[in-house]
């Protein structure tokens, strides 16, 4: 029988001998053995408990951090938004039809209460004026009729009658004054003719500017020329289900977490709780107030609203992350010391979508496991 390699090249050997020796070594390489003939340090597993070499590579795949004690939720956090607070906010529009000729406020000014927003070119208001100096012209010459007719009433040259009407033109004169002054103070009698000046009704921020210069305004318009609010000041609405009705009230305390702003939480109260189910989605309104809003909390960001026991009872808060379920059963790797993670059983209260609540198991500013604990558990099983 003939050797089958009998026609294979020389060359064709020594390269294939090179290669398949190239990927031993590789293969050795990415073992990780070491040239001292040593198995790197594998981990040690006893009674729940895991023990890693200082710098063992498995500790590099964890995320561990200490838990915090909070105010224990009566519900699931449920979805919410951030909205502007209606009581300090103001939507302005132009009582006067006119042309923007200049601009004032930009968005993001902070302004005061009458500071301009913009000046307005209007013929409305020009004709404002005007009204309210001829009825001070008219009520000033009535005034002076009267004058005269009660003296020439008195000489008995005029009939009572003649006296009494022009005490009745008087009385129209000081009226029809009365109404052109109120018109123009209602606009605001600080600008120059033909010029109207809209101005801040508050003091606040200006968050929106919908107008430009050289723009037409009116009354009817359908969207505001400004928004001022107070950014202080911020309300969190959320809906609630009509089996959870009971969970809630006014006064309540309550928890804000956004994902704006992570690893941070903020308080609130419930001031309202709707009057009626929206009898197409079976849910109620909520609304509530954040209290001492920070800067980075903007209106329109969604939230996770968590209603408070009133008790003030507080438990453990555990990212979902953490635990590891084995049947009935929860637990979490607790870093005991530097490289020794022990998994413990814990009891659970609200469960929610990110966060789990700890009644039993675990102490505030214990580091826990709050990456990798799938990985962890696994590892343990294979070592037991």
């Known amino acids: 029988m003939k050797n089958p390699f009998a026609k294979i090249p020389l060359e064709v ?3 294939t001998l090179a290669a398949l020796a190239i990927l031993l070594a590789a293969i050795w390489l990415f073992r990780g053995k070491p040239e001292t003939g040593v198995d790197p340090p594998k981990s040690q597993a006893s009674n729940d408990t895991l023990h890693f070499a200082a710098g063992a590579e498995q500790l590099s795949y964890l995320d561990i951090a200490p838990v915090e004690e909070l105010a224990a939720p ?11 607070d209606e009581d300090v906010t103001v939507r302005v529009f132009s009582p006067v039809t006119g042309r923007v000729t200049e601009l004032v406020a930009k968005p993001g000014m902070s302004v005061k209460a009458k500071d301009v927003l913009a000046w307005i070119n209007s013929p409305d208001f020009a004709q404002a004026r005007a009204d309210a100096r001829k009825a001070q012209a008219d009520l000033a010459m009535k005034q002076k009729a009267l004058s005269r007719t009660k003296e020439l009433t008195d000489l008995g ?7 009494e009407s022009a005490q009745a033109d008087l009385g129209q004169a000081q009226a029809e004054l009365d109404r052109a002054q109120s018109v123009l103070k209602n606009l605001d009698p600080t600008g120059s003719d033909a010029r109207y000046a809209l101005r801040a009704p508050i003091a606040g921020i200006v968050v929106d500017r919908t107008i ?3 723009q037409e305004v009116r009354p009817d318009a359908p969207a505001p020329l400004f928004i001022l609010t107070d950014p202080s000041r911020l309300w969190a609405n959320f809906e609630l289900s009509e089996q959870d009705m009971a ?6 305390a309550i928890r804000i977490d956004a994902d704006a702003v992570a690893d941070t939480h903020f308080a609130g109260r419930i001031i309202y709780v709707g009057a009626a189910l929206d009898p197409a989605t079976r849910r109620i309104s909520v609304r509530a107030l954040v209290e001492r809003p920070d800067p980075r909390l903007k209106p329109e960001m969604f939230a ?11 438990e453990i808060a555990v990212p979902d992350s953490a635990l590891v379920s084995l049947g009935l059963h929860h637990y979490v790797f607790v870093e005991e010391a530097p490289g020794t993670l022990k998994r413990r059983e814990v009891q659970l209260g609200v469960i929610g979508e990110r966060v789990a609540w700890v009644k039993a198991g675990v102490r505030a500013g214990e580091r826990v496991v709050t990456r990798g604990a799938v990985l962890l558990n696994a590892e343990l099983g294979q070592a037991e």
């Open 13 to 15: 050997v020594v390269a």
């Open 74 to 84: 009566t519900m699931q956090a449920l979805p919410g938004k951030l909205a502007f």
């Open 247 to 252: 969970k809630v009230h006014n006064g309540q």
């Open 157 to 163: 040259v005029l009939a009572r009658k003649d006296f």
């Open 304 to 314: 996770r609203i968590s209603p408070l026991e009133d008790d003030g009872h507080k």
């Open 212 to 214: 430009n210069p050289g």
